[in-house]
């Protein structure tokens, strides 16, 4: 799904599945338990391989909007927060409060926000220096993977990206993602193929390329064995 001109704050929290959204043509992933804020004016779009199942909520307001900045210039738009249950118990009384069948309490529906809002902003300030350092790191490398998926990513040259050795980066990454750099790479290639068969009119060898396989024929084998059917059968499937 595309969206833009869309005046509201979406905060979006995962409770089962994943889901990735492209954000400035970069995808992230957000996975069960991470909680999701854009801004809704600015374009973006979102789509699920597997399904997911979330709470949301539209929030507007120009102190809103300030506590955004300060989330996404900390903390990024994808959350990670410790306290799972008290972000879901805060976006579900929001829900109910607003769902409900007596008239909502302005005031307790703005309370709850700005204790979300500050959730979100704080959920950082615990961790120490060298995680923080840790994640940024990753998050570095996931964006040189972006990048630069066309090529032919090696565990050593994102090792030499990240300024670590190959072992140690391996280590580091999979505790930041759970994923092994090389299992990362694939799954990536593979949905970023996804998306741009269902999404453009681009040739099957022309998305081969774009995701990094040297050739058509190693694509069409890798998609066809980790998905079940051909890109070809895959992009005329109707979600």
Not at 2 to 24: A, E, M, P, W
Not at 182 to 193: M, P, S
Not at 195 to 206: A, C, E, G, M, P
């Amino acid at each position: 799904m595309i969206r833009k001109n869309y005046n509201s704050l979406l905060i979006t929290h995962i409770l089962d599945g994943n889901f990735t959204y492209v954000k400035n043509g970069k995808h992230t992933t957000a996975h069960k338990g991470d909680t999701v804020i854009l801004d809704c004016y600015n374009p973006h779009e979102y789509y699920t391989e597997n399904g997911f199942e979330s709470i949301w909520i539209h929030v507007s307001g120009s102190n809103s909007y300030e506590l955004f900045e300060e989330i996404e210039k900390s903390n990024g738009t994808l959350i990670k927060c410790k306290d799972i249950h008290y972000v879901e118990k805060l976006l579900f009384r929001i829900y109910d409060s607003i769902k409900g069948d007596t008239p909502p309490s302005e005031l307790r529906i703005s309370v709850d926000i700005y204790k979300l809002f500050a959730e979100l902003l704080n959920f950082q300030t615990t961790k120490s220096l060298g995680e923080n350092n840790y994640e940024d790191t990753v998050q570095q490398i996931k964006e040189y993977i972006s990048d630069h998926l066309s090529e032919n990513l090696t565990v050593n040259e994102l090792a030499m990206a990240a300024h670590m050795s190959a072992s140690h980066f391996s280590r580091i990454f999979k505790q930041q993602t759970g994923f092994s750099p090389y299992d990362y790479v694939l799954i990536f290639r593979l949905n970023r193929a996804k998306f741009l068969l269902k999404n453009t009119d681009l040739s099957v060898s022309t998305v081969a390329y774009k995701t990094g396989f040297n050739s058509e024929s190693n694509f069409i084998y890798f998609f066809t064995e980790n998905v079940g059917i051909s890109p070809g059968k895959f992009r005329k499937l109707k979600f």
